[in-house]
């Protein structure tokens, strides 16, 4: 008998975002530890983990980039508007409460 015949080749499952965002909410809500979930699924160990980090990596860098978003209430009256932007660039801005043509302005930059 050949070796490779003893042993057979383990083939690679490819699981899709939606597939390991499932898995990962099945394990979180299974009373199971790790090793049994993964045993009764297929899966190792190793790669639910590695998916749970990637996931908290994911969130967090999601979190990070929405938290740099600022809010801005405009005034109702007529005011001059200056807005300092990262670069440096100083934006001079007469408003009178049309925001779309604030928009149009800021898109330019």
Not at 34 to 46: T, W
Not at 79 to 100: F, Y
């Amino acid at each position: 008998m050949l070796k490779s015949e003893t042993h057979p080749r383990k083939v690679r499952r490819i699981y899709t975002s939606a597939q390991r965002a499932k898995i990962l909410e099945q394990s979180a809500q299974s009373k199971k530890n790790p090793s049994d979930f993964c045993k009764g699924i297929g899966l190792s160990v190793s790669a639910l983990y590695r998916w749970q980090r990637e996931s908290s990596a994911e969130t967090e860098s999601a979190a990070s980039i929405a938290s740099e978003f600022v809010e801005v209430s405009l005034p109702d009256v007529d005011t001059t508007i200056e807005i300092e932007l990262a670069n440096g660039i100083k934006l001079m801005l007469r408003s009178s409460g049309d925001l779309r043509s604030i928009l149009e302005v800021l898109q330019t930059c």
